[in-house]
Nanobody, 115 residues
């Protein structure tokens, strides 16, 4: 079992920045991929960014050039640096990990961007 805990969310003004962290713990094999999703009120959960074990990154078109994901200096941690935030980025952000063929989700963290 892998547990994922997100941190770093909160309230920020439009144009500002936040950095989310996702720390994985438990019985971990290799964390093949880690990804960030978000779900705005009344909308479905959508992928924001992902990073493979080798460091390859991919992003949703809506965040390209503004968000950056990376694997952390601390083992089994992934970050989401969010710059130039917009009110439409307001959502609950979730961390997802694939490990040993299993999929795990964090509980999510709220990001609110005020205009």
């Amino acid at each position: 079992q892998v547990q994922l805990v997100e941190s770093g969310g909160g309230l920020v003004q439009a144009g500002g920045s936040l950095r989310l962290s996702c720390a994985a713990s438990g019985t971990i094999f290799s964390l093949e991929t880690m990804a960030w999703y978000r779900q705005a009120p009344g909308k479905q959960r959508d992928v924001v960014a992902g990073i493979g074990k080798g460091g390859s990154e991919n992003y949703a078109d809506s965040v390209k050039g503004r968000f950056t994901t990376s694997r952390g200096y601390v083992k089994n941690t992934v970050y989401l640096q969010m710059d130039s935030l917009k009110p439409e980025d307001t959502a609950v952000y979730y961390c997802k990990a694939t490990d040993g063929g299993m999929i795990y989700w964090g509980k999510g963290i709220l990001v609110t961007v005020s205009s």
